[in-house]
């Protein structure tokens, strides 16, 4: 470490941060920071002094009542932590960390949900950009809890909330294929694809497209990595992506703007030549 980052680790940890919220901002070890710290003469909070430091840091302000009250929005965001967020165990925080490339969805959770929290971009140590909410709020966390989004989620059977109306199942769908699915194109037709640990949710979603969309086709199965993946890839999977998106719900932009891609691709090439 030079002797600029030294004095700016001092400050953050004097300021309250921790040793390895620090290191994640400077893109060093926290034991690294620990080290040059020491020789800088820096008393060490105890752990309880520090979980406390950042319990107080997370109680900004957020709108509480948020989950109140359940609209596409909210939907869609039970979808998208379900798929792609951090429940804290022992604590009532709730985390979302993403690609800097999609920081955009963060603002504009940040202010859907009106917290007050700022976003929080890192270098990881292998260099790969990273932007993160967090933001505390029992009453949220017990609401996801009641959906089975709690902690350790991801090896846990998650379900569609039975008690949501279609637009509502919809919304959470997107929001979770924002989480962990992908679009392209396989042959003449789009390919809707979600990915999951347990197929218990996967198979939840293929059941209630089939309520919906008449002889739909569809495949459930391990992929390379080993994980449980939803594909369709017929006519229907262009409707899909149409009802989600006309929800007018949050959504992720990169994604939206690949579909509207395939979109106009197509128009295109179907137009008659002469």
């Not at 921790?18 to 400077?26: C, F, K, N, V």
């Not at 789009?190 to 309520?211: G, M, P, V």
């Not at 007018?248 to 691709?265: P, T």
Request: net charge positive; glycine share 4%.
């Amino acid at each position: 470490m030079n002797a600029q980052e030294i004095k700016k680790a001092k400050e953050l940890y004097i300021s309250g941060e921790s040793l390895s919220e620090i290191g994640r901002q400077l893109n060093h070890h926290s034991m690294t920071i620990k080290k040059y710290l020491e020789k800088e003469g820096v008393h060490f909070r105890t752990r309880a002094e520090q979980n406390a430091i950042s319990n107080a840091k997370l109680k900004k302000s957020v709108n509480e009542k948020y989950f109140n009250k359940i609209g596409v929005n909210q939907a869609w965001l039970m979808g998208f932590i379900a798929a792609d967020g951090t429940i804290r165990k022992d604590r009532n925080s709730i985390k979302i960390g993403l690609s800097s490339i999609d920081k955009e969805i963060l603002e504009k959770i940040k202010e859907e949900v009106q917290i007050e929290r700022p976003i929080l971009n890192y270098l990881t140590n292998n260099g790969f950009a990273v932007s993160q909410l967090e933001w505390t709020s029992k009453n949220h966390k017990d609401f996801l809890a009641k959906y089975g989004i709690v902690n350790n989620k991801t090896y846990l059977p998650l379900h569609l909330p039975k008690d949501f109306n279609e637009e509502q199942k919809l919304a959470f769908i997107l929001g979770y294929f924002d989480g962990d699915g992908s679009i392209s194109r396989q042959d003449e037709y789009l390919r809707f694809r979600i990915c999951s640990h347990r197929d218990e949710i996967l198979q939840d979603i293929a059941k209630f497209f089939i309520s919906k969309y008449n002889n739909l086709e569809f495949s459930i199965s391990k992929d390379k990595r080993n994980l449980w993946e939803l594909s369709i890839s017929t006519k229907y999977a262009k409707q899909i992506f149409l009802d989600m998106y006309n929800l007018n719900s949050l959504r992720l932009n990169r994604k939206f703007q690949k579909f509207l891609e395939y979109i106009n691709h197509e128009t295109t090439t179907s137009q008659p030549k002469g």
